[in-house]
């Protein structure tokens, strides 16, 4: 599918040459009983292909995680945030600044995306009660520079908190990145997700590389996880 998107065969208007189509992610999960880790290793394309769209980041990895509230987050991934009127795709409308969103957030949608189509303020907040929302986690890369690191969350929009929960540490390792994120398992705060046992969680990952912006990256389909044992893609066991 990444080749063929890449090719400009499908779904990609205006592709940039020789992008990799896909890129191999290593993925690690563990816990302490405090804190979730979540270590993710994928080697360095060609640094010189589409000419530096963002020359601020060498790259940017995200994180989105989900509990089983959001329909989309169960066979989507990182495609449920994802839509054709976003900021920088091709329905985008001229002069807005739309972001990721959920479509539970909009009370119309075509196959162009749902605008400013919003549900009430009232609305979007009981949608938020419900835990109908992703927790969204970021890291901008340089080597030999500290990660800059966002967090936050996505319903309506995508809405950055004013002090991360979460924590990166990366690394340039010869021809691949390392990227741990960690976040502790229960903050009580109605605009994250408590990480509790015997709970599936739904995660998905994305990578801007070789200097990406916008919809030039790399995005995963859902993956589970769980902490200490059961059934999943991903089993963070205590260490």
């Given at each position: 599918?990444?080749?063929?998107i ?6 990609e ?8 189509g896909w890129?191999?992610l ?12 979540l270590?993710?290793?994928w080697?360095?394309g ?14 940017k990895v ?5 509990d089983?509230h959001?329909v ?8 449920a945030?994802?839509?054709d009127?976003?900021v ?6 001229e ?9 539970a957030?909009?009370?119309?949608i ?7 189509n ?7 907040d ?6 109908q929302?992703?927790?969204y986690?970021h ?7 500290e990660?800059r ?18 924590t990166?540490?990366?690394?340039h390792e010869?021809?691949?990145w390392?990227?741990?994120f960690?976040?502790?398992?229960e ?8 990480i ?6 739904f995660i998905?990952?994305a990578?801007?590389d070789?200097y ?8 995963s389909?859902?993956?589970?996880l769980v ?5 999943a893609?991903?089993?963070a066991?205590?260490q």
């Amino acid at each position: 599918m990444g080749e063929l998107i890449v090719s400009g065969e499908k779904l990609e208007p205006d592709p940039i040459e020789g992008k990799r189509g896909w890129i191999p992610l290593r993925v690690q999960t563990a816990q302490d009983g405090e804190r979730l880790y979540l270590r993710l290793e994928w080697p360095d394309g060609d640094q010189t292909v589409g000419g530096k769209l963002d020359p601020g980041a060498e790259a940017k990895v995200t994180l989105m995680l989900e509990d089983g509230h959001t329909v989309e987050a169960l066979r989507a991934g990182c495609w449920a945030v994802c839509h054709d009127d976003l900021v920088g795709m091709p329905s985008a409308p001229e002069g807005k600044e739309i972001t990721k969103y959920l479509v539970a957030s909009r009370t119309a949608i075509t196959r162009q995306g749902g605008g400013e189509n919003y549900r009430s303020q009232a609305e979007l907040d009981a949608l938020l009660a419900q835990g109908q929302f992703y927790e969204y986690w970021h890291a901008e890369l340089n080597r030999g520079q500290e990660p800059r690191v966002s967090d936050g969350y996505i319903l309506a929009n995508y809405q950055p908190n004013e002090a991360p929960a979460v924590t990166v540490e990366a690394s340039h390792e010869t021809d691949k990145w390392v990227v741990v994120f960690s976040r502790q398992l229960e903050l009580g705060d109605p605009r994250h997700k408590d990480i509790v046992a015997g709970k599936t969680y739904f995660i998905g990952f994305a990578i801007h590389d070789a200097y990406a912006a916008r919809r030039y990256h790399q995005v995963s389909f859902e993956h589970t996880l769980v902490l200490g044992q059961g059934d999943a893609d991903f089993v963070a066991t205590r260490q």
